[in-house]
């Protein structure tokens, strides 16, 4: 219980504030909601600016933080290459709905869950802290890969998507 009130009193206040923010907007997500166009975008810009800001300030030779780097933006992208994004688009006011799912609430919860695990292993376990940090840079590149991916889609499920009033709703 002392390690664990350790780790807890060491962990930044913004980390406390992003993890409730990611759980937030992951449970909003479970129920069908309408939305601006804007709003779609925050939880993937938080992702893919955290995912780079992990590439950038990563110590170490950049060649093997790249690479750890690069195969986990691979794996994310084809990941999301599965991913199914049905929206409803109102052009006019500038509005989606998309359906529920338990999906954004998980993904959320697995990558903030993944950065703060591996970082604070990467701390109270010396013995594992390269292995960690290198797991840890391949969970950002993973996040861009998999936002990127998934940007995509909503791009092309928006492009597609027929239009309906949905001020009124």
Do not use: C, K
């Not at 780079?52 to 950049?62: A, F, Q």
């Not at 950002?140 to 995509?152: C, I, L």
């Amino acid at each position: 219980m002392e390690i664990l009130s350790r780790i807890i009193s060491h962990t930044p206040t913004w980390i406390f504030a992003l993890f409730a923010f990611v759980l937030f907007m992951g449970a909003r997500r479970m129920r069908t909601s309408v939305q601006s166009t804007g709003r779609v975008w925050l939880i993937p810009g938080v992702f893919i600016i955290w995912g780079l800001y992990g590439l950038v300030t990563r110590p170490g030779p950049l060649g093997p933080v790249l690479m750890d780097w690069a195969v986990g933006a691979v794996v994310g992208l084809g990941l999301a290459s599965f991913a199914t994004i049905r929206v409803e688009v109102d052009r006019e006011h500038g509005l989606v709905r998309q359906p529920g799912s338990w999906v954004p609430l998980v993904r959320n919860l697995f990558l903030f869950g993944a950065h703060y695990i591996l970082n604070v292993l990467a701390a109270v376990r010396p013995d594992l802290h390269d292995v960690a940090i290198a797991l840890d840079i391949g969970v950002s590149g993973f996040s861009v890969g998999y936002f990127a991916g998934w940007s995509w889609g909503f791009i092309q499920s928006y492009r597609r998507a027929p239009d309906v009033a949905l001020a009124a709703t």
